[in-house]
């Protein structure tokens, strides 16, 4: 029997470092490439029996292979080449089917399997005016009730794929009409005709103070601003404030920090970084400080009440 060595081999030497050193290697690159989605597809069903055959040389090579590393680099295989096979997508919607004006028509998404959303709705609302409205990032969606029937489609999607459904929502009422056409051709004068009396005109009806008094200085503020487009950018703010109001009576936004962003985000969309509304933006902020510190602004309804204030000053500026 051949005498037992003397002393440890140097690791520069030894078959079992060495081919320990060129395993990991190996076991390295195939649990980096699966993790990055680099492996190749051909590859992914093999990168487990890859490993398993890794293991089996080592130990048949070497006298001492390091086999807890090769257990756990064979489980992390498996997982990172299970994972890559996503499920395929499914559009989820629940959520009303009909309302009447007024009503907070909510289409939820939530249930649905899928990483990405995307909602379209037709007939659109005429003006530019929105006719849904995507929340908490697509898994819901605000739909408008305005009198008329709506079909909503949500795109749900993954890495494996998109799938659609439809749902149509039908608001009760009168649906909108067009403006009167051109009026009656009036009737030929006889030889003496009798002048008309003039007609005094209309004075425009004046905003209500409602809760907070706001309505009145938001339209005196938006007339101040002078750009070419002042009333479409009213009726976009007005559009911004409303929806709003809706999320929060509808609950899904709540408490100061999560409305002041939300109307950020809002005011952005409708008119950018344009200087010209700073000087709104700036008495608004300074008027919204003054009910904040009288205590006037304690629940998510009177925040909501104060944004529809805000939208029927905004409107009667357009």
């Given at each position: 029997?051949?005498?037992?060595?003397?002393?440890?081999?140097?690791?520069?030497?030894?078959?079992?470092a060495?081919?320990?050193?060129?395993?990991?290697?190996?076991?390295?690159?195939?649990?980096?490439?699966?993790?990055?989605?680099?492996?190749?597809?051909?590859?992914?069903?093999?990168?487990?029996?890859?490993?398993?055959?890794?293991?089996?040389?080592?130990?048949?090579?070497?006298?001492?292979?390091?086999?807890?590393?090769?257990?756990?680099?064979?489980?992390a295989?498996?997982?990172?080449?299970?994972?890559?096979?996503?499920?395929?997508?499914?559009?989820?919607?629940?959520?009303?089917?009909?309302?009447?004006p007024?009503?907070?028509?909510?289409?939820?998404?939530?249930?649905?399997?899928?990483?990405?959303?995307?909602?379209?709705?037709?007939?659109?609302?005429?003006?530019?005016?929105?006719?849904?409205?995507?929340?908490?990032?697509?898994?819901?969606?605000?739909v408008?009730?305005?009198?008329?029937?709506?079909?909503?489609?949500?795109?749900?999607?993954?890495?494996?794929?998109?799938?659609l459904?439809?749902?149509?929502?039908?608001?009760?009422?009168?649906?909108?009409?067009?403006?009167?056409?051109?009026?009656?051709?009036?009737?030929?004068?006889?030889?003496?005709?009798?002048?008309?009396?003039?007609?005094?005109?209309?004075?425009?009806?004046?905003?209500?103070?409602?809760?907070?008094?706001?309505?009145?200085?938001v339209?005196?503020?938006?007339?101040?601003?002078?750009?070419?487009?002042?009333?479409?950018?009213?009726?976009?703010?007005?559009?911004?404030?409303?929806?709003?109001?809706?999320?929060?009576?509808?609950?899904?936004?709540?408490?100061?920090?999560?409305?002041?962003?939300?109307?950020?985000?809002?005011?952005?969309?409708?008119?950018?970084h344009?200087?010209?509304?700073?000087?709104?933006?700036?008495?608004?902020?300074a008027?919204?400080?003054?009910?904040?510190?009288?205590?006037?602004?304690?629940?998510?309804?009177?925040?909501?009440?104060?944004?529809?204030?805000?939208?029927?000053g905004?409107?009667?500026?357009?």
């Amino acid at each position: 029997m051949p005498e037992p060595d003397s002393k440890p081999k140097s690791i520069l030497v030894s078959k079992t470092a060495w081919w320990n050193g060129i395993a990991i290697s190996v076991l390295g690159y195939l649990i980096s490439a699966a993790e990055n989605g680099n492996l190749p597809e051909t590859l992914l069903p093999y990168a487990a029996i890859i490993t398993a055959a890794g293991n089996l040389i080592l130990r048949l090579l070497t006298k001492d292979p390091i086999k807890p590393l090769f257990v756990i680099g064979f489980l992390a295989v498996s997982l990172f080449t299970g994972s890559a096979m996503a499920a395929p997508p499914e559009a989820i919607i629940t959520g009303p089917t009909g309302g009447i004006p007024g009503d907070i028509l909510v289409l939820d998404a939530s249930e649905s399997k899928a990483d990405f959303f995307d909602w379209e709705v037709t007939p659109e609302l005429p003006d530019g005016r929105k006719t849904i409205l995507p929340l908490e990032g697509g898994k819901k969606c605000l739909v408008t009730s305005v009198p008329g029937t709506y079909t909503a489609f949500l795109a749900a999607g993954n890495a494996e794929g998109i799938d659609l459904k439809k749902w149509t929502v039908k608001v009760g009422g009168d649906s909108p009409t067009p403006g009167p056409g051109p009026g009656p051709t009036p009737p030929h004068p006889g030889p003496n005709p009798n002048p008309p009396n003039p007609v005094p005109p209309t004075p425009t009806p004046d905003v209500p103070d409602g809760k907070f008094a706001i309505a009145k200085l938001v339209r005196d503020w938006a007339r101040q601003v002078n750009t070419p487009s002042r009333s479409a950018e009213c009726v976009k703010l007005a559009d911004g404030a409303d929806a709003i109001s809706a999320r929060i009576s509808a609950g899904t936004l709540e408490g100061p920090r999560e409305i002041l962003a939300a109307v950020l985000e809002a005011n952005i969309a409708a008119v950018g970084h344009s200087l010209e509304w700073q000087a709104f933006g700036k008495k608004f902020e300074a008027r919204l400080r003054e009910l904040y510190e009288a205590s006037r602004l304690q629940t998510d309804a009177d925040w909501a009440v104060l944004f529809q204030e805000m939208a029927v000053g905004l409107r009667a500026a357009a």
